[in-house]
């Protein structure tokens, strides 16, 4: 296995793209921890989303930057990682990466619909489809200098974590210091 793919990836996309079972899954082949994203919201933005209120930048900050320690932590020990996280516009990946310059994003693409039924079908969880639209006009796809992948989500989860497994072509290297 290359270093590349030992070191720490945020697996990214709009709720209901399948964040966690790709997380958990990519987590398991490369032998690291998983980190739940949804796990480091507040009371409060856990309410908010709950009752149909879609999440300001403001109220984004504290989360991004618990993520942000998990991160810097995970490199500092020089241990591998894999977090979910929406990571919806370039300045919140661009948080998470001043944690770690070398951090990967797989971004969860896919149909709008396909997103909806996959929420709609989902028990005891506290974000409601009816955000759906708010947080797909929040999204802010990876750019060409942002080291990861996009990847999409009529695959199944296995077949997307052997991609992201596979080395990143160079073009989405080059963002990386040194190279």
Known sequence: ???????????????GCGKSSVGLQLAGALQVP???GDTYHS???VAKMSAGV???DADRADWLWALHREIREA???GNGVVLSCSALKRRYRD???SADPEL?????AGPRELIAERMAARKDHYMPPALLDSQLAALEPLEDDEAGV?????QAPAQLVQQIMQPLPLSNIRALPGR
């Open 75 to 77: 490199r500092l020990k």
């Open 34 to 36: 998983f980190l739940e």
């Open 95 to 97: 948080l998470l990466r």
């Open 104 to 108: 990967r994003f797989a971004h969860l």
């Open 43 to 45: 009371y409060a933005n």
């Open 150 to 154: 996009v990847l999409d989500i009529t």
């Open 1 to 15: 296995m290359s270093t590349q793919n030992q070191g720490r990836w945020v697996v990214m996309g709009v709720s």
């Open 54 to 56: 879609p999440l300001t």
